[in-house]
């Protein structure tokens, strides 16, 4: 279970600003102008939409969408009320009573991990797909029973190392995120920090072993500065 994933790091990551509104974007755009299902039969149709809008389908999408880019991934549980010992088997939605679907339960990848791998036989169908995972109030529960949802896919080597889900974005531009709020900062502070002042002065300061200690004070000036000093200038 070496997992170099550090998803909590991911999850405090997403709270940054920039990064918010980056995964706010991504996963809002597909659905911002909805949809409709590509089907020559209307009645199918219409009973799939007003489902959809009964189990807030599109918003547990959205939010799927918003993990795949969070933390690399995550599962859609499909409950239909089964128990333990039915959860081991498929799941056939053809000799299922799909008057006891309950909705949609978005899993996380830190509260499950893949049991059943095929880790040995590449030409196989299912190589490097779990088959079984283990999820945290659950138990064992067959693939069937999930919708899967990743991004960013590792090469198939490297998926035991993100529990089979795909790299986070958040982790992928993390560098550049802090590059971009260290640009942000800087160009505020340099804003903050533009000022020219005119110091009338006597000529005095300008000779002997006055210039030295003038000098001293202007540079010190310099590096204090913004924009809310004061400095006091006499009479004269």
Known sequence: LYQPVNYYECYALAQDPLFTK????????????????STDKQEEKDNAEKNASLFN????????????YVTGGCLLYMDFGLSESELKDPLDLNKTDMKKFKGFRHIDPINCVAV?????????????????????????VHESHFLQFDANKPELPMRPLTLYFGMPLTQ????????SNLASQGLANLINRFRHIYLKTEDSAFVTNNVSNFKAKLQFMSFVQDNFNVCPLKST
């Open 22 to 37: 980056v995964f706010n974007l991504l996963s809002e755009t597909p659905f911002s102008k909805g949809g409709e299902l």
């Open 57 to 68: 389908l599109w918003k547990e999408a959205k939010e799927a969408v918003r993990s795949t």
């Open 116 to 140: 059943n791998v095929n880790t040995i036989n590449p030409s196989a169908n299912d190589y490097m797909k779990p088959s079984v995972w283990y999820v945290i109030g659950l138990g064992m």
């Open 172 to 179: 992928l531009i993390k560098q550049d995120i802090a590059n």
